[in-house]
């Protein structure tokens, strides 16, 4: 991790004690996620879309820990391989926008001018719709899919990456060590990728994290609706869907895929708000 | 007045934003309109005279002219699939929506500034940390996953509540919609208490706090009276955020209550690909939550004379 501070301040040592401790925690989940979901198919102990209507709507048992849904496939399994869609969720509708908006907003704060006036522009008209709104909207036009709701995501997503970084790179803009490494002759480029972007980055890191929580939360609603991940596949929201029919008869269709919506969406949030903290005692630092 | 004037070229500026932003939309879907208007089984001679009458053989600014035209004459376009205006259908599935909201603010304003006021109190107390760690644990719950458990416990197990559907009096309007208001609620509340605290908190080390110390006010007093009115502008100002929040957050709550509002609207008209009614509502939600934050900007500049300057 680059973004652990390297000054020890003395003033509030025991939660900076504390603060890695949610950091390390929150990681943790995180990571186990992870692990969960690149060995799913080693870990699961069935195929996620093996039918088994002999068994359908099975209560937990030790053969089938979280029971089996309405066609007989085994829950835990299909949560198992669940974290894929929804990590890779997590990936997918995270990086373009940042990516973009890191673009965007870097030579939008370092140049100013026209193109930063016409970014505010469209920042302030981003921000007159609700983000979920606007995206459903897109994603309803461009039709159902993951793949769709990941391009509503980059559409919608990057204007608010562009304006963070812009507001870091106007922060330190004029500030002494850029005006050296401009004095000194160094091209923009470098001023730019060299100097501006690892400032802006930690920043960014965390923002990211956090809005991974929005978007994870957003594709398994999106599941949910019909309109992200479509069945057959095993996604988190889109057994939440299967499930809520049956609900009266067997109550653990969707309440485990909701808890690994819940676990995940823990980790990510502390692990976001972790990051954010310590940023924001490092620039204080 | 120099403010109001510039708010309002700012609020003209954002609208026809949304009147391109919304147009756009129904020509990002794939494929050929006149065709899906037509539909499947039409011939080549029913499609081209559609074309012709919904003026889509026209340049796409000729369209966006005609488009926003309509717009100002308050027509959002009609609905394919119930053969009605837009504008009929949302007067129609508006009030459930209103209700809804309405119970909401009404269900999550008291706890979040009660859950604020005593974490700003003492910043990084007890009280404090807890109610953080339950506000950033609030943010990582999908609320439809949530509606979904509360209705099958107190709605099915319990027979408390009903589990979907408005009911005809208010009362029953109270009693049908307490679990999606509280499914909102919940999610709600996380994030107005973090706005408001972070508000308190950075009123707390304003030099007007100093100064009234100096002259020997109790903190007690200092607080109730100095930061706490000092705190509400600020609050004011993200209610624009928190409509837009709102509308997202009852879109899913409405559809897994099946409440026949806004929010069931637009997911079905979404799954039976009715574009002009996404359009529409789009445009409604997004000109409310303008409408919204303009109407605060003008409230703080009222209330606060130092915006006035």
Known sequence: MSIASPVQTEAAPQPRFRLNWTIAIAAAIVGGWVLLAVFAPVVAPFDPNAVDIMHALAAPDSAHWFGTDQVGRDVFSRVLHGARVNLLMCVAGVLPPLVIGTMVGLFSGYYGGVVDSLLMRIYDLTAAFPFFVLVLAIVGALGPGLLNFFVALALVGWVTYARLVRAEVMGVRGSEYIQAAQCLGFSDRVVLFRHLLPNAFGSVVAYAVSDSVLVMLAGASFGFLGLGAQPPLAEWGVMIADGSAFIRQAWWICTFPGLATISLGLGLAFLGEGLGQLRRRQVSA | MQLVAKRTLQLVFVLVGICVITFL??????????????????????????????????????????????????????????????????????????????????????PSVALAIASARKPGGVADQIIRFIGIAGMAIPVFWLGIMMSRFFGVALGWFPVSGYGKTFIQHLHHLFLPALSTAIWMVPVLVQSLRAALIEKAGADFVVAARAQGASEREIFWRTILPNAVLPTLNLFGVIIAFLIGGTIVVEAVYAVPGLGSLMINALLARDYHVVQGLTLMFAVTTVAVTFVVDLLSALIDPRVRL
């Open chain 2, 25 to 110: 939309l129904v020509h990002m879907v794939p494929g050929d309109p006149a065709r899906i208007i037509a539909g499947d089984r039409a011939n080549a001679e029913t499609i081209e005279a559609i074309r012709k009458s919904f003026g889509l053989n026209q340049p796409l600014w000729r369209q966006f002219l005609t488009y926003a035209g309509n717009l100002l004459q308050g027509d959002i376009g009609e609905s394919m699939r119930y053969k009605r205006p837009v504008a009929t259908l949302i007067g129609q599935f508006v009030w459930p929506t209103l209700f809804l909201t309405g119970y909401v603010v009404c269900l999550a304003v008291p």
